[in-house]
């Protein structure tokens, strides 16, 4: 059974935040969001693949990267305005497909005991259209099935 | 007599809009916010001093700055998510005084007839009390400050 994705997207206020917990230590938690070759093997929903333009998680880094399915192709970038080992990062997010529409997301990375672990997030997003329209895009669904495949990737390591 | 400079912080969203024309073409006030020589002559309130450790206003790039008055010392720093060139940027912004706490806003340079040109700022905050404790530092004061600092700087340019 896995654990679930708590995430909440209040009235009235551009923000998204989320929670998750993790059977695996913070440390290994965080390694699969700093590594490229981890990261391509569960960021998104199962149906897509994924290409890495870039992907830097340091202070100061970069990413894009492109998701594809059914001869569909849809293209993220952003810059990582700090990231802080096992414990925190803060990085700017674009969907191509809404140029200049760019949200602000900042990541927790938490130990919990018994080799646990939980990952908190809160985006903020330039208007309530751009929240709106993340939430309809079906992004809970894709982030839900995103974080199985994590749990999988964490069991392999 | 001088341009006035427009701002406006929304009730109940995190949000800061302004805008500001100059008599000036937006290449020259581009060029005023790109070379950290120039920035240095005009960005915040007169009394302080501004020292630059990095300030590279290009797609990527990253700036830190300090500003120096009265024996105090305020840093900032962020990263440029996107710069086009006379057009339009988005970067972050962290008063290094409330740490983590990371704003991001994009600026759109506009050509006016007659040389003329207007920028238009949208800053958005992670929260309420964010952006209204930006408002409260008095940052409408500072900012109006700062632009007719910039207006002296582009009379000379």
């Keep these: 059974m896995s654990n679930p994705l708590k995430?909440?997207?209040?009235?009235g206020i551009p923000f998204i935040d989320w929670e998750r917990e993790f059977?695996?230590?913070?440390?290994?938690?965080?390694?699969?969001?700093?590594d490229p070759d981890l990261i391509k093997q569960w960021l998104g929903p199962r149906r897509y693949e994924m290409d890495i333009d870039s992907?830097?998680?340091r202070t100061g880094g970069r990413y894009r990267y492109l998701h594809r399915a059914d001869g569909e192709e849809y293209a993220f970038n952003g810059v990582f305005h700090v990231v802080r080992e096992n414990e925190f990062a803060i990085q700017t997010f674009e969907f191509e497909g809404f140029p200049d529409v760019v949200s602000i997301e900042s990541m927790t990375f938490e130990a919990l005991d018994d080799g646990r672990s939980r990952v908190r997030?809160?985006?903020?997003?330039?208007?309530m259209e751009?929240?709106?329209?993340?939430?309809?895009?079906g992004m809970e669904g894709g982030m839900s099935e995103g974080y199985e495949r994590l749990d999988e990737v964490l069991a392999e390591l």
């Design 55 to 57: 992907y830097d998680f």
């Design 130 to 137: 751009a929240r709106d329209g993340m939430v309809e895009s």
């Design 121 to 127: 997030g809160h985006s903020t997003y330039p208007s």
């Design 23 to 34: 059977d695996a230590p913070v440390e290994a938690v965080f390694r699969a969001h700093k």
């Design 7 to 11: 995430v909440e997207a209040p009235a």
